[in-house]
């Protein structure tokens, strides 16, 4: 009986009897494991369907992407308009969207899963020991590994961390600690645009500047560090300034109180107490930029031998290697993009282990909640 | 100001201790002044040695750029419309995927898989740049190269979609497609984190009277988190303008203007300009790549500062309230 369109429920206010599908507390209702059943039926139905067609020849081949996705909007349509007769216009219009959000979150899921196994699949063929002990040196073809690169991007990586951190550490200790007035406010303001600069521009910069002191066409190691602290710079910062906010005013106002100067306050009480967090920061501030190509693509160069100092000369780095390796192959593609997928699975691990670190870090070190 | 004699408190004439002033502490905030100073000098020396190096190319007879017999500003100008362009295709996808991604974690996923999910969507923005071109260039380009063809044989009649199809499948519509995917961690978060700020009672309230999930989350999530979507939008559009490998890695560029997505020649952007060409450039070339860089700053600055305005407007009219 409910199968005529019910009406808004205004009118089951009317009288106590009983009209058909009009009443809101007595309209339909589709049983809790209505929605996902179906769905589950339409995936089922879809995938079965186009394997039977792939194996009958009518299609060229069977995708389990194209099922899945004619499967989910089959489902929609379908939980729709059955809700729509069982329950009314409002029901059937929040199960449309509830359908749409849980889709749009798996739709995300896709791209990643896609990405972590074609890397792991793709990579873990030549991710083996001569990888990590040979350069590019000579070689042509087959072996060969990306010792160089990597020898280049730790150094590269540590010291633009070695420039960045003392000055985002220290520029977040001035604006929570002392900033008042027009510097802190040009402070924070100017941050908030060197986030906001884009990698490449900051490799432009980092060579802007060095043509300047060592002539055109200049490329070397150092110069991508320059060009990686201003990318790193107001990561550090920004982190860095929330967790000294968190520090509890009450611990700086105790110390006052016991008479210790304002500087040994912060060094001894302010940054031990922001401590985890401010590591934290800084790994992920490591994790964001180990990864950047453009800039050090354009002033750290791209070259096939090791080298160990950064001040001269051109320096591989593991994204570059990657990129290098996908570009410039060779006769034999295969070798060349094979380094390249294990390149990438390499940097993939070192990203998501220093992700991993941080999070250690905050869960193992946070302060305990509720003192 | 004050050094007082040992052992004796300072004079106090306004009421007020002034502070004994140590060494230590003068050192201390000389440096931390410095680092914050260190900053502003470092931003300027960027915008200035940025100007300094693209000057030669503004004043640059016509001719001396690749791919166009004009002046500099014939050269950038298909340039910024492919960045732009990109970065808005990019965007169209990735703003509404986000708002649901962030809606089904903050609102709809069981509260204790929140944050759970939140650090997969974060594991998207771990895979560096560089991996996504790699992917997008050897996974997604040829298998979107039959959607192309479908779409150039049934929706051609729509300028966008007007073929011929390209066979590789690197077009400015796979770029988008990748640059959405690499921007959908940021703007899911920011919106997450607008989204949980909704107030309990608006939400306990829109339940009281009646209201769906649909309807609740219209009434209250919505209203509370428009600017917040907005200003996460703008700031994920300006990530998209400056993302260099991965264009750089999918697009086969031409220097046209078009705004069809699924042809072989397509508009290329500023970045991926620059990384294609700059191992290989020198002499005026290089100024001219420089200035483009300075042309894409200016772009995401813009974005930026709407993004920051729109954020800052919000915030005064939540404590005016």
Known sequence: ?371 | MTTPAPGQAPAAPTGQIDAVERRGDRVFSRIAVGAGTAILVALAAVAVFLIAQSLPALWAPEGSFRGTDGTFWDYVAPLAFGTVWAAALALLMAVPLAVGIALFISHYAPRRLAQPLGYIIDLLAAVPSVVYGLWGITVLAPATVPLYEWLAENAGWFPLFAGPASGTGRTVLTVAIVLAVMVLPIITALCREVFVQTPTLHQEAAYALGATWWEMVRMTVFPYARSGIISASMLGLGRALGETMAVAMVLSPSAIISFAVIQSENPSTIAANIALNFPESAGIQVNALIATGLVLFVITLVVNSVARWIVSRHERSLESR
Not at chain 1, 151 to 160: F, S
Not at chain 1, 359 to 365: A, E, G, K, P, S
């Open chain 1, 1 to 371: 009986m409910t199968q005529t369109a019910p009406r808004p429920a205004t009118s089951s206010r009317s009288a106590g009897a009983p009209v058909d599908g009009a009443n809101a507390y007595v309209s339909g209702r589709l049983p809790r494991w209505a929605a996902p059943g179906l769905t589950a039926a339409c995936l089922g139905g879809a995938i079965t369907v186009m394997a039977l067609l792939a194996a009958a020849g009518a299609i060229a081949e069977f995708s389990l992407v194209l099922a899945i996705a004619i499967g989910t909007i089959a489902s929609i349509v379908l939980v729709t308009a059955i809700s729509l007769m069982a329950e009314g216009r409002r029901a059937a219009t929040n199960r449309f969207m509830i359908a749409l959000v849980i889709s749009a979150f798996v739709l995300a899921l896709l791209p990643l899963v896609s990405v972590l196994s074609t890397v792991l699949v793709n990579g873990s063929a030549r991710f083996d020991l001569e990888f990590f002990t040979w350069s590019m040196r000579s070689v042509i073809g087959e072996g060969g590994g990306a010792l160089h690169a990597i020898v280049g991007t730790l150094q590269i990586t540590a010291w633009a961390t070695l420039i960045s951190v003392p000055i985002g550490l220290f520029a977040a200790i001035y604006l929570v600690e002392y900033g008042r007035g027009p510097l802190a406010r040009a402070i924070t303001f100017f941050v908030d645009v060197m986030t906001g600069i884009p990698s490449i521009v900051a490799g432009l910069f980092a060579y802007a500047l060095f043509v300047l002191i060592f002539g055109e066409g200049v490329r070397m190691g150092f110069a991508g560090s320059v060009a990686l602290s201003v990318l790193m710079i107001p990561v550090v910062v920004r982190s860095s300034e929330e967790m000294l906010k968190l520090v509890p005013d009450e611990l700086r106002e105790a110390a006052y109180a016991l008479g210790v100067p304002k500087w040994l306050t912060i060094a001894k009480v302010v940054l031990p107490t922001a401590a985890a967090g401010i590591i934290t920061g800084i790994t992920l501030a490591i994790a964001r930029v180990i990864g950047e190509t453009a800039p050090l693509l354009i002033v750290a160069g791209f070259t096939a031998s090791m080298n160990y100092t950064v001040f001269s000369e051109r320096m591989q780095s593991l994204p570059v290697f990657v990129y290098t390796q996908y570009a410039n192959p060779g006769s034999d593609v295969e070798f060349y993009l094979e380094r390249a997928w294990a390149g990438a699975l390499t940097l993939i691990i070192i990203v998501m282990a220093l992700n991993l670190i941080a999070r250690l870090i905050t869960r193992l070190f946070q302060p305990k909640a509720g003192r």
